[in-house]
């Protein structure tokens, strides 16, 4: 990773796994790092793990609850009052398979979390970054993405919910937004780059909701054994999309190993699904009306 003087990060979810890793890679490396998560107590536990371990600046905390979208609305005016500048938008904070249950705005939790209150942090820090040389948005997505499609007669799952669906669902819309992202910032002149990435099987929180009881957890913890990376391994594709200076627009990174679940990280495609542009404009869409949030029209 290149030297990160001077460079401002924001990641999203750094209280445990990836986000966490990659906060702390980005700050030894010399970055200003912002975490921005929901719960302050872990958040400040996380900033101090990561100012223990050789931080270069102190580490800095903004509440972000991605299932509210007053509480995106309030982190990114925190963030444009006190950022001069921003360099990367690390849009990591997920949640997979939980029990049937909505947003504050009344959104299926795994969309409104994984996607709509990553487009509308985006949109809000949009201005910011745009006025940063060079600046990226990364966007965290997941080998799932290759089981999804994207419901839009029930976006919200309200007729029917799928746990794992529902998720995959999420984590396409992750590079559906990338991609569109990525056009409407190079036809608006700007110079900021989008990019997607993919950890692989990491161990962390994530897979708190994943049934771990019978012959089902037998087989997770068996496949686990033989797949799975630890969370600072699963981070390096994310650091690689945001600090590789041969990254170029719409990338997708994922480990390099076999099915993509572990390894060195590499440029990776993303499934057919991903690529269909009307998809991309409609999902765009949607999330506008959805957030109330309009940019780079
Ligand atoms: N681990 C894997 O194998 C894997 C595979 C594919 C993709 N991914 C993706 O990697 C990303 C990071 O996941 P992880 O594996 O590092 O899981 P993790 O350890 O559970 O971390 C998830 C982070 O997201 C935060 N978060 C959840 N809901 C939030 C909300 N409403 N507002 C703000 N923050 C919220 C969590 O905060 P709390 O501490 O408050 O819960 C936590 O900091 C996710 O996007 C996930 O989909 C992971």
Redesign the pocket.
Known sequence: MPDLTGKTAVV??????????AALALSQRGAQVWL????QV?ARLAAERIEAQGASLPVELVP?????LQ?VRECSLQLRQRLPRLDLLI??????LPPYSL?RDGFE?QFG??HL?HFALTGHLLSLLSTTRNARIIN?????HHFGSIHFEDLQSRHRYRAGQA?AQ??LA?LLFTYELQRRLQNAGSETLAVAC???????????HVETSGIRGWLFRQAERFF?QD?RA?ALPTLRAATDARVTPGDFYGPGGLFQAKGAPVRVNSSTASRDRPSQQRLWKVSEQLTGLSYLD
């Open positions: 999203t979810g750094a209280t445990s796994g990836i986000g966490f890793e921005a998560c929901r719960d872990k972000l609850d991605l299932a509210d509480s849009n990591n904070a997920g949640v997979m947003t939790l979390t994984n209150g965290v997505s997941s080998i799932a998720y999420s984590k992750n993919h950890p692989g099987w990491a161990r962390t929180e994530l897979q708190r799975s969370a699963g």
